[in-house]
């Protein structure tokens, strides 16, 4: 969590649109059985959560 403090709120956009891009590759390569690693989904949704917790803790 400490390293999501550390940036800046662009930052953070950023990497919740790139997560969000590849969240939705990942479902896509679930659909057509690709995906070995299930788990990716679930952290990458984590992920999302974590930044988007902090844009909000920022803009308060």
Do not use: C, P
């Not at 400490?2 to 956009?13: C, G, H, P, V």
């Not at 679930?30 to 803790?57: D, F, H, P, Q, Y």
Request: hydrophobic share 35%.
């Amino acid at each position: 969590m400490s390293d999501y403090t550390n940036k800046s709120r662009e930052e953070l956009n950023r990497l919740v649109t790139d997560n969000r891009i590849k969240l939705q590759a990942f479902r896509f390569a679930m659909s057509g059985g690709k995906t070995k690693n299930v788990k990716e989904g679930r952290n990458l949704r984590k992920e999302i959560a974590r930044a988007l917790t902090e844009v909000k803790a920022k803009n308060a």
